[in-house]
């Protein structure tokens, strides 16, 4: 079984609570990502994704110099680098979502994403079945997309 480890992210850029919505997407466009952890020291405390910039801060007439914390979602669905695919592919699906920071105690290592299991072989059916009940229309809330 493969672990999460063998196909997360690394290298995982971020931000931090010192940094503001457009100092946030303008990362988001320099990596051509959607999703950017915010981190304060080495703790995982938030991550923003694209659609919380256009829900919670364009949407709501914020300015860009809006605070990272007032948009961020704050309550965050993780797993550690020891788990498997399966369990991560189970628990996106479970809570339809796209990205998943991987930590060890609070500290971000890395990042597994829905594409990470796309480009595996030995995970397309994981895919299939959590892009599937990802795509299923739900109510936006606090909860990281």
């Given at each position: 079984m493969e672990k999460i480890r063998?196909?997360?992210?690394?290298?995982?850029?971020?931000?931090?609570?010192?940094?503001?919505?457009?100092?946030?997407?303008?990362k988001m466009k320099e990596l051509?990502?959607?999703?950017?952890p915010i981190v304060d020291k080495d703790k995982l405390v938030g991550m923003i994704t694209d659609r919380d910039i256009?829900?919670?801060?364009?949407?709501?007439?914020?300015?860009?110099?809006?605070?990272v914390e007032d948009i961020m979602s704050d309550k965050l669905f993780t797993i550690t680098p020891d788990a498997t695919t399966n369990e991560a592919a189970k628990l996106m699906a479970d809570?339809?979502?796209?990205?998943?920071?991987?930590?060890?105690?609070?500290?971000l290592v890395g990042i597994v994403a829905l594409g990470d299991f796309a480009v595996?072989?030995?995970?397309?059916?994981?895919?299939?079945?959590?892009?599937t009940e990802i795509s299923e229309p739900t109510n936006f809330n606090n909860v990281q997309h």
């Open positions: 063998d196909i997360m992210t690394k290298d995982v850029e971020c931000c931090t609570l010192l940094d503001n919505v457009y100092e946030v997407a303008v051509n990502v959607g999703a950017v256009v829900i919670r801060a364009v949407a709501e007439r914020h300015p860009g110099s809006t605070k809570h339809q979502i796209r990205r998943l920071p991987v930590v060890e105690g609070d500290k595996r072989k030995l995970t397309d059916d994981q895919a299939k079945a959590a892009l």
